[in-house]
T-cell receptor, first 113, second 116 residues
Framework: GENVEQHPSTLSVQEGDSAVIKCTYSDSASNYFPWYKQELGKGPQLIIDIRSNVGEKKDQRIAVTLNKTAKHFSLHITETQPEDSAVYFCAAISSGSARQLTFGSGTQLTVLP | GAVVSQHPSRVICKSGTSVKIECRSLDFQATTMFWYRQFPKQSLMLMATSNEGSKATYEQGVEKDKFLINHASLTLSTLTVTSAHPEDSSFYIC????????????FGPGTRLTVT
């Protein structure tokens, strides 16, 4: 099955700086890669996603890049703000018929004011 | 759009009792719903997948007689934890997918279950 590894597990940045979170996946047939933001005590919120036919996608301060050859994808947050502090999860859709999400282990991002 | 609700948000129950958690898609029809469990500072662990009108498919190691899932309509799925024990205390989260062939999954706010 699919295996998704996520790094780093914790990340602290100064407000206004950029943050980058990286994930690798194992199943070359995976073709959908969402990113979720989870605040304490809440459910995950879909913030951006990318499909395998696209190399990069941007939405305001958030961007995701995908390298299919290397089987890795990254989340980039620019001009970070304190409200960006949360746990971020990457995920990949497995190639099975159920199309289930396989999650990374999560990154605790702290934006220091 | 794509809002998923869960009820209750928090529940405390005594050991041996059963608890039902509801998951609703508010503005779309959910052909597929998923139930996850999350322990503190850990990732989400898929418990089961359910399609409307069909029996749920449970992940390996998840007891289907203990975690009863019903997906009776296109907007409602329920998870019943039967004969709950303290080790069942966790954060339970549902998610929904809006259509066949679509990959986007939208998550509910979660239910914090504490078994005393």
């Amino acid at each position: 099955g699919e295996n998704v590894e996520q790094h780093p597990s914790t990340l602290s940045v100064q407000e206004g700086d950029s943050a980058v979170i990286k994930c690798t996946y194992s199943d070359s047939a995976s073709n959908y890669f969402p990113w979720y933001k989870q605040e304490l005590g809440k459910g995950p919120q879909l913030i951006i996603d990318i499909r395998s036919n696209v190399g990069e996608k941007k939405d305001q301060r958030i961007a995701v890049t995908l390298n299919k050859t290397a089987k890795h994808f990254s989340l980039h947050i620019t001009e970070t703000q304190p409200e960006d502090s949360a746990v971020y999860f990457c995920a990949a859709i497995s190639s099975g018929s159920a199309r289930q999400l396989t999650f990374g282990s999560g990154t605790q991002l702290t934006v220091l004011p | 759009g794509a809002v998923v609700s869960q009820h209750p948000s928090r529940v405390i129950c005594k050991s041996g009792t059963s608890v039902k958690i509801e998951c609703r898609s508010l503005d779309f029809q959910a052909t597929t719903m998923f139930w996850y469990r999350q322990f503190p500072k850990q990732s989400l662990m898929l418990m089961a997948t359910s399609n409307e009108g069909s029996k749920a498919t449970y992940e390996q190691g998840v007891e289907k007689d203990k975690f009863l899932i019903n997906h009776a309509s296109l907007t409602l799925s329920t998870l019943t934890v039967t004969s709950a024990h303290p080790e069942d205390s966790s954060f339970y989260i549902c998610s929904a997918r809006s259509g066949w062939g679509l990959d986007e999954q939208y998550f509910g706010p979660g239910t914090r279950l504490t078994v005393t």
